[in-house]
Structures are given as C-alpha cells and as structure tokens.
C-alpha cells in the first residue's frame, strides 16, 4: 500500500508562532495535497502540487504556505499560527486517480 | 471554488438495512468520483471509485451509481453491518489545466448503524 508519512502527528503551537508540518511519500507520487478537516467542514484543500518546486493555492490558502523541495516532500508552513488553524491536517498523495492519505496531524493553538 | 454537496450528514439506521448517501457536482467535466471512509482517529481510506464512462460500479455490499447529466453520484450499502459505521466522503476530480488536478470532498456523513 501507499506511504504517506506525517510528522509530528500532534502538536501544540502558542498563536503567533511558526508552525511547520511535514509530509513524505514513498510512492513516486506526481501529485501531493495539504488538507484540513474540521468538524461540519469536511476536507478542505489547502495548497497542492503536482511536480517539485512548484506549488498551487486550494481552497483555502489564506495563513499557510507550503514547499516541495522535492517529489517525496511536501511541508505546509503557517507563518503565525492562529486559533483558527486548530484542526486535523491530512497530507495526501496520488498518481492522479486514488488519493492515499498520511495519519493525519493534530494541531492545537493556545 | 467548485464545491460537491452531500447529504444527509448524518444517518441512522439499522442492522441489516441499506443506507444511501448522495452527492452533487458542479463542474460537468468531473472525470472520477471516488468515496472514502473514516473511522474515529484515522484516516480516510478509498472504499470505492467510478469513473465517469460508467454509470454503475458494484464491489460487494457497496454499489454506486453516476448520472452524469444530473451531475449527481451516490453509494448505497446494501445489508448494512455496525462495522460499517463511520464518516464517508463522496469527491469529485476537477481538472485545472496546467495546474493540474484537484480532489474535491463533499463534508462527510456520519453513518450509525444500529444492531
């Protein structure tokens, strides 16, 4: 089966701090996306991509960035956390049809 | 953005019963409609697919159905079990060109199956 691999799986951040979530994929995945669940939300994408070095917005890319330095790689940085980032992020990756999805991290901002 | 409806967001029924889920789409050049399932503290795990040249797809209790003209997409579990209980996911695949694909999630149903 697909490896997507999350770090840390949760974490506690202080509002304003920085925050940076890491994910990698064993897979030799094209594509790779950042999403964030929230309860009566669903999952929503925050950024993706599609080849290294190379990035594009989601749905709602407002207060995070993201980076892929390379194809296994993909980090989702929030700038100056806020308590409105608290949520499950889910890291993901895909040849272009099925997604497989990392574990998960839980963040928390106090 | 594109956004894919889902209903109902929660569903209760019993052991043995069957229980639907339906899902609409905006965009009419969505390809690939896959479902997923999570249980409490993992996570989401495709269960089923179909594409958009199908208008049934079937693996075992599961079946889906597409009508592309509608725009709508639905999964039916047949004979449902309690270990069938969790949230679902229904997606529609939205193609951005140069940008590439997107994957985008209705906001889930929590199905409860009662024994």
């Known amino acids: 089966e697909a490896a997507v691999t999350q770090s840390p799986r949760s974490k506690v951040a202080v509002t304003g701090g920085k925050v940076t979530l890491s994910c990698h994929q064993t897979?030799?995945?094209?594509?790779m996306y950042w999403y964030r669940q929230d309860t009566g939300h669903g999952l929503r994408l925050i950024h993706y991509?599609?080849?290294?070095?190379?990035?594009e917005k989601g749905d709602i890319p407002d207060g995070y960035k993201a980076s892929r330095p390379s194809q296994e790689n993909f980090s989702l940085i929030l700038e100056l956390a806020s308590l409105s980032q608290t949520a499950v992020y889910f890291c993901?990756?895909?040849?272009?049809?099925?997604?497989?999805f990392g574990k998960g991290t839980r963040l928390t901002v106090v | 953005g594109e956004q894919v409806e889902q209903l109902p967001s929660i569903l209760r029924v019993q052991e043995g019963s069957s229980a639907s889920i339906n899902c609409s789409y905006e965009?009419?050049?969505?390809?690939?409609f896959p479902w997923y399932k999570q249980e409490p503290g993992e996570n989401p795990k495709l269960i089923i697919d179909?594409?958009?040249?199908?208008e049934r797809k079937q693996i075992q209790e599961l079946i889906v159905l597409l009508d592309k003209k509608a725009k709508r997409f639905s999964l039916h579990i047949t004979d449902t079990q309690p270990g069938d209980s969790a949230m679902y996911f229904c997606?529609?695949?939205?193609?951005?060109?140069?940008?590439?694909?997107?994957?985008?999630f209705g906001i889930g149903t929590l199905l409860s199956v009662k024994p």
């Open positions: 991509s599609y080849v290294a070095d190379s990035t």
């Open positions: 897979n030799n995945h094209d594509y």
């Open positions: 997606a529609a695949s939205v193609n951005y060109g140069s940008s590439g694909n997107k994957l985008i």
């Open positions: 179909i594409r958009s040249n199908m």
């Open positions: 965009d009419s050049a969505s390809n690939y």
């Open positions: 993901a990756s895909t040849p272009g049809t099925e997604v497989f």
